[in-house]
């Protein structure tokens, strides 16, 4: 299996520009999970979908984040209008059991000028 | 505030000799817990996991080793290999939910 697939995997973009993440599960997996990573704040959850739903958006920092997953291969997370604080590496994960995200992609990392 | 916390950034042991890497949370409602490890320019990797139920867990070189009175948990690697620097995080759930709380991560360097 290829694995969790992201990206790009680096972003360079100017502040006040639309940034959108793509991630694509390992085949099977039903739940999903976006991570973002700081030096500050270390890895810290973000969103979680299980069989395509949001289940728990309460990590999402504000409203220019959004995420979608329309199908079970697919789901983007998406910064508008991005500013420099969300410079960080952007992970997605998957799992097929309980218990927390299993399988983590190579992460974006993200630069916003 | 970091309910999960790695107090040492990095730990250098000598190729065949044990690493301990540690953990403390704050939560005593956590009850499930995991250990990742990762490379530079990759993604975490899972490693280990553990309930409350249990005070150790098993998996070849890896056992990790859980105090619910101390509120502590520990990766132990015997014997270390240079493949296993890396950075190594553990993360805390309740109840297996997946609002899991990591760690900032202990970079582990392997001495051959």
């Known amino acids: 299996d290829a694995g969790v697939i992201q990206s790009p995997r680096h972003e360079v973009t100017e502040m006040g520009q639309e940034v959108t993440l793509r991630c694509k599960p390992i085949?099977?997996?039903?739940?999903l999970f976006w991570y973002r990573q700081t030096m500050m704040r270390g890895l810290e959850l973000l969103i979680y979908f299980n069989n395509n739903v949001p289940i728990d958006d309460s990590g999402m920092p504000e409203d220019r984040f959004s995420a979608k997953m329309p199908n079970a291969s697919f789901s983007t997370l998406k910064i508008q209008p991005s500013e420099p604080r969300d410079s960080a590496v952007y992970f997605c994960a998957s799992s097929l059991v309980a218990g927390g995200p299993r399988y983590f992609g190579p992460g974006t990392r993200l630069t916003v000028t | 505030d970091q309910q999960v916390k790695q107090n040492s950034p990095s730990l250098s042991v000598q190729e065949g000799r044990i690493s301990i890497l540690n953990c403390d949370y704050t939560?005593?409602?956590?009850?499930?817990f995991l250990w990742y490890k990762k490379y530079p320019a990759e993604g975490p990797t899972f490693l280990i996991s553990?309930?409350?139920?249990?005070d150790k867990n098993e998996d070849g070189r890896f056992t990790v080793f859980l105090n619910k009175s101390a509120k502590h948990l520990s990766l132990h690697i015997v014997p270390s290999q240079p493949g296993d620097s890396a950075v190594y995080f553990c993360?805390?759930?309740?109840?297996?939910?997946?609002?899991?709380?990591f760690g900032t991560g202990t970079s582990l360097t392997v001495i051959p």
């Open positions: 993360a805390a759930s309740v109840n297996t939910g997946n609002q899991f709380y």
């Open positions: 085949s099977g997996h039903n739940s």
């Open positions: 939560n005593s409602m956590f009850d499930y």
């Open positions: 553990i309930s409350s139920i249990k």
